[in-house]
T-cell receptor
């Protein structure tokens, strides 16, 4: 069965370290998204990609970067982790093209703590 | 102003009750609308799409009012297992394609 997986599921890191969260999907979806979820804010879009070599900034992109070298993967990098980046991170993917009733599928999330 | 707004709740209702959630969106160019369900510490999962004509799936009914830019979800005969956070989601066009914009979610707790 096709799926979308995130790793690691939990991570604790120190302030200032570079951290990369992995997202891998086997749906062959062109669209991939990274969100963070915090109490009171819901899911906020960090970065998104509509295909290989395409990346776009979302509403909370500062301090994060992504790269899309193949269809299956969209790793999220925190260049220099800050305590404000402690959060739950979700990756999602969806089919390209017309959005009508196109479901986004989510990974199980990565809980990141920056100490 | 947030692009998608929901009442965060919580809504505490007894089993068997009917409960309704509303959601408003600000971008008139939004194209598709969904309700997602999220259980505590889990990933969001699609509950149902929302069609202009309104649609029903068992105990759940979703409606869309494009003129007033709001979406609703009605849950009839609430079950304990309905306790979760319900996320309103719209797709916003961008760069020839689209992105998903989420509301902050409405928490529902169904009480025995």
């Amino acid at each position: 069965d096709a799926e979308i997986t995130q790793s690691p599921r939990h991570k604790i890191t120190e302030t200032g370290r570079q951290v990369t969260l992995a997202c891998h999907q086997t749906w062959n979806h062109n669209n991939m998204f990274w969100y963070r979820q915090d109490l009171g804010h819901g899911l906020r879009l960090i970065h998104y990609s509509y295909g290989v070599q395409d990346t776009n900034k979302g509403e909370v992109s500062d301090g994060y970067s992504v790269s899309r070298s193949n269809t299956e993967d969209l790793p999220l990098t925190l260049e220099s982790a800050a305590s404000s980046q402690t959060s739950v991170y979700f990756c999602a993917s969806s089919e390209a093209g017309r959005p009508m009733n196109t479901e986004a599928f989510f990974g199980q999330g990565t809980r990141l703590t920056v100490v | 102003r947030k692009e998608v707004e929901q009442d965060p709740g919580p809504f505490n209702v007894p089993e068997g009750a009917t409960v309704a959630f509303n959601c408003t969106y600000s971008n008139s160019a939004s194209q598709s609308f969904f309700w997602y369900r999220q259980d505590c510490r889990k990933e969001p999962k699609l509950l149902m799409s929302v069609y202009s004509s309104g649609n029903e799936d068992g105990r759940f009914t979703a409606q869309l009012n494009r003129a007033s830019q709001y979406i609703s979800l009605l849950i009839r005969d609430s079950k304990l297992s309905d306790s979760a956070t319900y996320l309103c989601v719209v797709t916003s066009p961008t760069s020839g394609t689209y992105k998903y914009i989420f509301g902050t979610g409405t928490r529902l707790k169904v009480l025995a």
